[in-house]
Each structure stands twice: as C-alpha cells, then as structure tokens.
C-alpha cells in the first residue's frame, strides 16, 4: 500500500523507515520504562520522531528527534 503520511505507517514501514542507532533505541528504552509506556505507545513515538526527522531534513532518527517526540507525548 502507498504511505501518504508517517501516522499510516504498519509495522513493516517501520521498521524499514525508522531505524535507530543503539543510543537512540536505548534512549527510548528508558523513556519506555520511565514513563511505563505501551507497544502502541512506541508506535507512535517512532511515527512523530519520524516526522520531526522528516521536517529538519534528516534522513535518520537521532536522540534529538525521540527526545522531542516524548515531550510531544
């Protein structure tokens, strides 16, 4: 199916369009269990994080994006 925005994303598209470097994965990780977070919840961090990258013009997913994705939430 074609994506017209990032909030239609399944989990294929995610993990093909939201990779992260170990350091932003264990950054979520904590704010996951910080804030006891669901897998849903993860979903759609993943989904703003990958909207705000899109918005600077980043190709990845930094520690910035996520961290600007959780105050979001």
Do not use: W
């Amino acid at each position: 199916p074609k994506i017209t925005c990032n909030a239609r994303m399944g989990p294929k598209e995610l993990r093909e369009f939201c990779i992260l470097a170990e350091t932003t994965k264990q950054l979520l990780q904590n704010a996951m269990a910080e804030y006891n977070l669901s897998a849903r919840a993860y979903d759609r961090i993943l989904k703003v994080a990958r909207t705000i990258a899109d918005l600077a013009a980043s190709a990845s997913i930094t520690s910035d994006h996520i961290s600007e994705a959780i105050q979001l939430r």
